[in-house]
């Protein structure tokens, strides 16, 4: 498979990097364990890595560039790191082609899951930090993911959408909304739950998830944008 098009979106040429290091990006430890005698490492120390300089950029750069108080701040880093909008940005960079997957993670659907891709942009950032050192890094995060802030804000993106949709209900309407399981199936080690939101018997929202909390977040944002309470945004 030809990396050229990454290799330019990323900044280095093929000559430039240490092969094994980048193939490594796209390693799952699925994959790993299928392929045994091969010795391969998966990608979880550079997601381990690049993590924490994702997390260092972006806060260094809220705190150059915003005179807001730490609430704000770290709630706006954690909506720009949080592996759905890590997800986008590896949608459009495209790297779930590039997964190296077990034969039964492949079949699952694993190069479209939301924190195999999180993880796959957390280890493509601890990649080029490696090979190009901080301030190469810094470029590719500004670049892809910091750009992400303005539309975060604009659509409210970095609120917790359940505290919100349950404030806002209880000062517009005088009712409290309540949770309920729509539908769920699954193992119970990847189960996927369906969570309906509800004011008084009337449902308003819905939203899936891998545990009833997140089912909750996603159904009470789906209450807040049929509500019009907030606008509809692609990160959620």
Do not use: C
Not at 23 to 47: A, D, G, P, T
Not at 92 to 115: I, P
Not at 146 to 159: F, P, T, Y
């Amino acid at each position: 498979m030809s990396y050229d098009d990454l290799f330019k979106i990323i900044g280095f040429t093929e000559s430039e990097v240490e092969k094994d290091l980048f193939e490594r990006v796209f390693i799952h430890r699925s994959y790993v364990n299928e392929h045994r005698k091969e010795k391969l490492e998966s990608n979880e120390r550079l997601e381990f890595l690049g993590d924490a300089v994702l997390e260092l950029v972006t806060t260094e750069y809220l705190y150059k560039n915003f005179d807001n108080p730490e609430g704000d701040l770290t709630n706006w880093r954690s909506a720009l790191v949080k592996g759905t909008t890590l997800a986008t940005i590896a949608l459009e960079l495209n790297l779930g082609q590039y997964l190296k997957l077990s034969r039964g993670e492949e079949k699952s659907g694993g190069r479209e899951k939301e924190y195999l891709l999180a993880n796959t942009v957390e280890a493509l950032i601890g990649f080029i930090y490696l090979q190009g050192g901080y301030a190469k890094s810094q470029l590719f995060i500004h670049r892809f993911i910091l750009v992400k802030l303005q539309e975060i804000l604009e659509k409210k993106l970095h609120i917790d959408s359940k505290s919100f949709f349950q404030e806002t209900s209880q000062e517009k309407l005088g009712i409290t909304p309540t949770y309920d399981v729509i539908d769920h199936h699954g193992p119970d080690h990847q189960k996927t739950f369906t969570m309906g939101v509800y004011l008084e018997k009337d449902l308003i929202g819905q939203g899936k998830g891998a545990s009833k909390q997140a089912a909750e977040q996603s159904a009470a944002r789906d209450a807040l944008i049929n509500k019009g309470w907030i606008k509809e945004g692609p990160l959620e």
